[in-house]
């Protein structure tokens, strides 16, 4: 088991839904570095519960509390701790958990991992409360990247079945991805929001969730940035976002659609446009080889439908091993899609500056 | 650039297409473990280029000589060296390509994050050739799994519009999977073999070629197995399979239709069966909270279509820094989608083990 | 920078001494091990400051704060979160020291490192206050080594030029090692304390400091564990010990003695005693090609004088470039050895641990 | 078991002593470097076997031949791979070594760490003649940290209880280290030389072996250079020089001798030279809190006397279980310390280079 993330930077996340605290250390940061705390704020907002109906009432402040490595506001270079407490859990909710484990959680494997000695309140270390702290991780790397010229941005692709326009891959403005960062559930194409809401408010009344997919661009890289075989810009990005609860599939630029495609298509052409290498096209996302290519870094993510719901479920009884049926109880999001786009910007940014160092 | 794999056990690739030799270091395998060679060539054949129209003429015997770490066919715990010599190497066919990066390649960003140092013969050490380590490692990876009774195969899924059946998820057996692996264009339907190879056919006529996607499982994995957040099954195998040129997306289980179904559907239900836990659906693809449920591990990687074309593309010459028209020449595969399945199997079973360690 | 140790379990540090907190996270402890948490707070008093004095005046309580990875006082798997409160920070003492650096001290190179950007007050991040993690981690470690049949203890070899006796290397028993922990001022000769005593009084009255040399052994260690080359029981231990400020020096066994050994009474010949292979001596400290022998793992660290010193020293301005001689305020300790002893014994249990996982 | 080194660049080292080849990895160099083949060489030669009666009789030319990373003489930036082939293996020397360990060897450990399944012949991947490809490694990074301004050499401090001048440790010159390395038998007094050859050849006529210290510094490094707590310089270069056979301790600047001397003493005193920081004396040996203070990096390192001795041993038979008188043969030196320096210096500049990418 490992919580923690990067090469040259190094994350540290700990806790456990309904313990005292969650929080994370950042170890390798640059010194010097002078941190805006209310964009750090607006970050950990826009993963926050209970602002609507998409998300659990479960309501938490989720405001960091810096214990190291920042003095007077700008980073010291020594490793930043930061912690968040718990103050809204309520553990009686969970109290068959152990039992019988829910479909479509981490309950059964972590069972058989830990032997039963698991935090299970509330998810415990595989909550999603858990991304909080990689909220945290993405705004301070975002900031650091902002100076260097990057921006990150993303928006909500696909909820159930209604789409959202695609990224212009080959053209995305810094302006356009900032604008993205300002709305709790974005979207390109702003017909598309009532439709999506409608699809969450159809599953929340249901007792059902809903699942979806997020894209993803990240522009101003260096070209070369990334490595070779095993260190490439895509395995970095894609190992981080798996951390992210619920992410099952990760493609970049085209993606599946590339099997369909031929070679000559598929090959985005170079040209010069004010004296300077460019693309014409943006089907490998930004990257080739491993390294970026000076053309927007863009991939997307399937959110799976989180597992909790309250429909009844088949499920099994671990100690008496017999078949039950489980109707779990708490305050659950019928759609953390919405909740989950500065997640998954973070982790990219932490990563995007994992490699910068 | 790290061509370094593994947090267990160490794998560091090496060489460039056009070099003297291409090898790898396996830096700790247990010791004791019989090594059976023909199943190492077995799979090394399944790789090696020259078999029929639907790849490069190049013929090399891809035969891996072992150095060090191994003594009468076993193991012997100390690190296992194993280099490949490049026999059949025509490098005038690359004579233009430092000055006009190829489409589609890494020679761009290579160019850039090297400052033109990098062997650009072939490709160098982005070459697709330096997946035989792969298919070396993954071949001595399967042995060791093979005792612990995990087994590990894969099909093709998708050539081109063309589709294979998909794995029943929740049920593989292991014949099935070795047999995948007795064919070289294998499918599950073998009535789509024919249809597949005429795409691929046909691209190999215009001088295009052709893309897919692969599907891979492995059966047997301890319930528990992989961690959590940062070293989940599903993390560990993306970054691994990114490392494999031309994948360009993975998805496990039902993947990216995970985003169309409700929470309800995409759970996997629990029932006992034979006094132990089962599934009755794997759409997480024997993967929660990054840990292996003990249903197949079920994944799917698209393959780009291979950026070596022979018509004519538009690129720009770094020199004059002026838009040139560039037309490849040299031995390409119209596609490489069959061959890469020993590859994807290859460090699959390379991540497991490391995970098993 | 990295304040980051282990491989297979993690051990993040953080903190500045005069900041609002110091601690730890812990990642990759197994579950199900019940912490007794006496025997950590025994741990801690035994490096905390203000007990007699040998040591600075500065009180701190010390009492870690688990936030996570705990539960009703048994590991659960996630990671382990401890904080201590800093609740007696005196930073007047210090605000000369961003411009003259201390000799002896951190203050200079890491002046450049961080650009002046470092929490300079009492020392940061490098303050000996940091290692109150270090003895929180080996204490947990400790208590599951000693499930595993594993003790570790120390005593303080040498105050300035008093010595106490050896550990008889080849003979060291669990008692013994259990009975020096008991001790703050730990010695086998008894006598010698109240010499030593002497050695570190002179220095105290005078405001200079006395240096030492610790002795640290470790019974129970299982024949092989450790590595080969660079993942040996030597490296691992001494890329540990050189992360305790002050540590200068380490060996193993007769350390550097050997120099002057013939090789025939270097080695450490073998018999059987009881039906098991033995050891007549103990020259090599317990380790033998990177892994353990058998034999009690013996090393000796030197802990050189804490340069906090309150004579005047000849230092200079890093804003006017010119010579300056500096007179540290400020509470400090005339000696650190001995409450450096539970340190020692703490990264080796630490280490030991991660060996072993 | 792990034969894997550094964090930025990473040497992987391979082969068994009587297996068909050496040899090592190394992975992330940058490109562009251009390497002086002859100079690679003439270090290859410092460490090669034969050259005196210091010396074991074995002669190996250890020719390095490189097998990728490489193109005419400049670095591609891709992993170097080099291969050393073993051509004079008497191996019947070593029959009887599995049932009765070598004392002082890795032998015993081994055989149970391994349960009887490594290379035993020559001490296998334990052997000495691995240090060829650190030496090789060592090469390659001086040739790089010559162009940044660092300069390492070393010499033999002592041999049996004969003791060469010790460095001026605050005034070494770039001229007086690489004329060190000009010399097989380098020490500061020559006078020494004699003496100490005759403890050498004393031993020799008897069978057995004697050991020493080698002091090793490098110069120029910058001020700041490496970390904190576990990244420090005295951590890194220690857990590397652990990693030659036969060391049994290090020590930094003063090292040991600190225990003796009051702080006021110990603390190197800055002062203003040429309108740059100086210090006025080198106890610390170049390194305080971590990190290079601009002072001569200087530690000395115990090399234990050569385990193998052909005088008669006690011993144990591991399958009988009964003791037993184990007289070795095979070509051994008589004192491996002049051959020693090169090894040293060579992970002395890889673990510089590597904390200063």
Request: glycine fraction near 12%.
């Amino acid at each position: 088991m490992s919580s923690v993330l990067g090469d040259n930077i190094r994350l540290s996340v700990f806790g456990e839904s309904h313990g005292e605290a969650i929080g994370c250390v950042i170890d390798g940061l640059p010194a010097g570095i002078a941190l805006d705390t209310q964009k750090i704020e607006k970050e950990m907002k826009r993963r926050a519960p209970g602002k609507d109906k998409t998300s659990t009432p479960r309501a938490e402040a989720d405001i960091p509390h810096i214990l190291s490595g920042v003095l007077n506001n700008v980073t010291t270079g020594a490793p930043l701790a930061m912690i968040i407490n718990n103050t809204n859990t309520k553990s009686d909710d969970y109290d068959n958990i152990m039992a019988v484990p829910r479909p479509g959680h981490s309950d059964y494997p972590a069972y058989v991992k830990y032997g039963g000695k698991n935090d299970v309140r509330g998810g415990g270390h595989f909550s999603g409360r858990l991304t909080a702290p990689l909220v945290f991780a993405g705004a301070v790397a975002k900031q650091i990247l902002a100076d260097k010229g990057i921006t990150i941005g993303s928006h909500i692709l696909k909820i159930g079945t209604v789409c959202d326009d695609e990224f212009d891959k080959i053209n995305i403005s810094k302006t356009k991805l900032e604008a993205l960062t300002d709305n709790f559930f974005s979207v390109l194409n702003p017909e598309k929001e009532k439709e999506m809401r409608s699809v969450i408010e159809e599953a929340r009344l249901k007792g059902d969730s809903a699942g979806g997919i997020i894209e993803c661009a990240a522009i101003g890289l260096p070209v070369g940035l990334g490595g070779n075989m095993f260190d490439t810009v895509e395995s970095k990005l894609a190992s981080a976002v798996f951390g992210v609860p619920a992410v099952k599939g990760i493609q970049f630029g085209a993606g599946f659609k590339l099997a369909e495609m031929a070679g000559s298509t598929a090959n985005d052409a170079y040209f010069i446009k004010n004296g300077r290498v460019a693309l014409k096209s943006n089907n490998n996302g930004g990257v080739l080889g491993g390294m970026a290519t000076g053309a927007p870094l863009v991939f997307s993510v399937v959110i799976k439908p989180t597992p909790s719901v309250s429909v009844p479920q088949q499920s099994v009884n671990l100690q008496t091993m017999r078949d039950e049926t489980l109707i779990v109880n708490g305050r659950h999001d019928p759609c953390i899609v919405p909740r989950a786009l500065p997640v998954i910007e973070g982790v990219c940014a932490f990563e995007i500056l994992d490699m910068m160092m």
